[in-house]
């Protein structure tokens, strides 16, 4: 399994890591720590060297709630990161976490590799169209309603059986455009409650069945500290549990915030397949 980054080619049968690059100000983990330009790129160069294969920026935040952004806030957030980014480490591959069609667009024109949209698309019907002009891999989250309404539209009957057929819908409609690189994420913490999400993470191998490498995203998320009761801040052993749990039911990227302790569980999952 693999997709096409920029030319190179990369294969997703051993998993990869995604490091995440909040450069938002209310990020529910992060917020505001990377916003300097040269912040963010201290924390890219280490997030390479400990092995990250990608790196997520996001100038938007998505969590339960979050404020609304303009569009010119958000392109004035990233474009600046994503040219410095680009400058300094050009082999980097930078994926982009937005719903907008312009971010998508301009982010791809200053060097970025592939799209992480939280909405597959139905938040920007423009989306599609970048992605398949511009052929560059495009990473399909599930959501309901907005970051702002989705905690309120956790009301399923069959969680995974509605969560296929919405991937099989939004992949149809990828494939009737050109799109030939898609990854599937099911949205953890994104209008699921805490236990619909262990739900997913359970049945996780399900989504095998659509045939694309599969993207989990669960780093010092709420589905862990409330469990715990602890906080985000106290969430990175949990997050490594759970990191190892979808690694085992078939994850093919891991997004995190610490890179190097996802990197341990891919290496210690790998060592268990090898034998």
Do not use: W
């Amino acid at each position: 399994m693999t997709i096409n980054c920029k030319g190179q080619i990369i294969d997703l049968s051993t998993p990869k890591i995604m490091g995440i690059l909040n450069i938002t100000p209310n990020s529910f983990y992060d917020g505001g720590k990377y916003s300097l330009e040269n912040n963010a790129m201290m924390q890219v160069e280490k997030m390479l060297k400990e092995g990250a294969t990608f790196i997520d920026i996001g100038a938007y935040s998505s969590k339960p709630n979050a404020e609304f952004v303009s569009e010119e806030q958000e392109l004035n957030r990233i474009i600046p990161v994503v040219k410095t980014l680009i400058k300094e480490f050009p082999e980097a591959l930078l994926s982009i976490d937005t719903f907008r069609s312009t971010v998508a667009q301009e982010c791809i024109n200053n060097g970025a590799a592939l799209i992480n949209d939280i909405s597959a698309g139905s938040l920007d019907k423009k989306m599609m169209g970048v992605i398949a002009s511009n052929n560059v891999p495009y990473i399909m989250m599930h959501l309901r309603g907005t970051p702002q309404t989705m905690q309120s539209q956790t009301d399923y009957e069959h969680l995974i059986t509605e969560m296929i057929t919405y991937f099989s819908d939004k992949i149809n409609k990828a494939r009737s455009l050109g799109i030939n690189d898609l990854i599937i994420d099911p949205g953890f913490g994104f209008a699921k409650t805490t236990d619909q999400n262990f739900e997913i993470l359970s049945n996780l191998e399900l989504f095998k069945m659509l045939e694309l490498p599969i993207l989990a995203g669960v780093s010092r998320k709420s589905m862990i500290y409330k469990t715990l009761e602890n906080t985000a801040e106290d969430a990175l052993n949990g997050t490594t549990v759970l990191n190892t749990i979808a690694i085992t039911k078939g994850a093919n990227i891991i997004r995190v915030h610490d890179v190097k302790e996802a990197m341990e569980c891919v290496k210690l999952c790998g060592k268990l397949v090898s034998l």
